[in-house]
């Protein structure tokens, strides 16, 4: 199966999101900013690519897992994906799940993530995200722990 | 000599009966444009045919954000390792 995390820009929320899914950020714990930092693709999506899909890593059941923004019109672009992906794997629209990651922002990775993919001020607004994502890390866990229950019920 | 098949997307926001005559023109139909074929409904990918070739044509109205919609198809044609080409008709 193809697991695609969506946010805004694909930079911040789907990235953290996708890296617990994957076991590169702990769910037991809140890690460090260093730990956040260090996470691949993490705060570099540049608005040029908000749509293309990032291939993240695979899973322990074998799933591929993708990063993608989508922009503000997320609703239609995930009918997009749903559509074009059936039409690519022949119909079969169950080997793949879009989840969406922006139910876990906040305001402060809001403003860190208009500041560093926006406006370039990526000093001032790489650090704010990481606070608003260790701020609420636990509704990014949860996210998870949902979807990978999700998968093995399906 | 390997024969590459593509999807070939007629891309549009506003004019649907453009995209729509050029993927008629491209399969070379001659008939009415049907009605049906005019009122897309926005993100939807319409099959109209496949050409001489054994591409496979295709209409949309992509409805905002053209370059998120592009990076969104090709991104997606590249995991499948499927071959695309968007015809942009605006």
Avoid: W
């Avoid at chain 2, 649907?16 to 990918?45: C, G, W």
């Avoid at chain 2, 592009?70 to 590249?78: D, P, S, T």
Wanted: hydrophobic residues 40%; neutral net charge.
């Amino acid at each position: 199966m193809k697991i695609f995390y969506c946010c805004y820009g694909g930079a911040h929320t789907s990235v953290v999101a996708a890296s617990i899914h994957l076991g590169y950020l702990p769910s037991e714990r809140i890690p460090t900013t260093e730990e956040v930092l260090s996470i691949p693709n993490y705060d570099k999506n540049p608005n040029a690519k908000v749509g293309t899909p990032t291939f993240m890593g695979v899973d322990e059941f074998a799933n591929e897992v993708f990063v993608m923004g989508m922009g503000h019109n997320r609703d239609y672009f995930a009918k997009l994906t749903y559509e074009y992906s059936s039409l690519l794997s022949n119909n079969c629209t169950s080997d793949m799940k879009i989840v969406n990651a922006l139910s876990c922002i906040n305001n402060y990775i809001r403003l860190g993530g208009f500041l560093s993919r926006r406006v370039n001020l990526v000093k001032i607004g790489r650090p704010i995200t990481v606070f608003g994502i260790r701020k609420d890390y636990n509704y990014f866990v949860t996210l998870v722990k949902n979807v990978k229950k999700t998968i093995n019920v399906d | 000599m390997k024969v590459i098949v593509l999807k070939i997307i007629y891309t549009t926001k506003k004019d649907n009966y453009a995209a729509v005559k050029a993927a008629y023109t491209h399969l070379q139909l001659n008939q009415e444009i049907s009605e049906q074929d005019i009122n897309m409904e926005p993100m939807r990918f319409y099959y109209l045919g496949l050409d001489r070739d054994g591409n496979e044509i295709y209409v949309i109205n992509y409805y905002k954000d053209k370059h998120i919609y592009k990076n969104i198809v090709e991104g997606l044609a590249r995991i499948y390792e499927d071959n695309v080409l968007i015809v942009d008709m605006d």
